[in-house]
């Protein structure tokens, strides 16, 4: 799994910042994992108790990671060893689409020394085109794949 930073990042604003994921996450991490438009391109969205479940797991692999905007939760972020491969991703409720926020955690979370110095690779739905788009603006290159997911890489920089 991916190892948690040693620090907080923060971003020029100073509202919003990066965090290990923390027991004081729960309620958001099970709103993220039941709530049917956000498990839309990831699979099937849990119940209440199964999303309890997977968040005490997410909580002792360290690989979760919260982009916190005037320190609420809005964006979960994942970063997840395959092996020579980091691979990363991003989740939000709906109600914080559209604003251009993905797009700033993402530019803050890949300048984060533990992330830009790795092999990066995002795997999304096809029909995924916000997560698509967002790869691409941050220099990620779509190659192919026996998979029916789209993938995107990109190397150190």
């Avoid at 027991?23 to 839309?40: I, Q």
């Avoid at 990363?88 to 110095?117: C, D, K, N, Q, Y």
Wanted: aromatic residues 8%; contains cysteine.
């Amino acid at each position: 799994p991916g190892a948690r930073p040693a620090r907080r990042a923060m971003s020029d604003d100073l509202r919003l910042t990066l965090r290990p994921l923390t027991d004081r996450d729960e309620a958001f991490y099970v709103a993220l994992y039941s709530d049917e438009l956000t498990m839309r391109f990831v699979a099937a969205p849990l119940s209440p108790s199964a999303a309890l479940a997977s968040f005490r797991a997410a909580i002792h692999r360290r690989c979760r990671h919260i982009a916190a905007l005037e320190g609420q939760p809005r964006v979960l972020l994942s970063a997840d060893r395959r092996g020579a491969w980091l691979e990363i991703g991003l989740m939000m409720l709906p109600a914080h689409w559209g604003h251009g926020l993905a797009t700033r955690v993402f530019a803050l979370w890949l300048s984060e020394p533990w992330i830009a110095t790795a092999p990066l690779l995002i795997r999304t739905a096809e029909e995924n085109i916000a997560m698509r788009k967002l790869a691409e603006r941050h220099g990620f290159a779509r190659t192919d794949s026996a998979e029916s997911l789209a993938r995107y890489v990109r190397l150190p920089l």
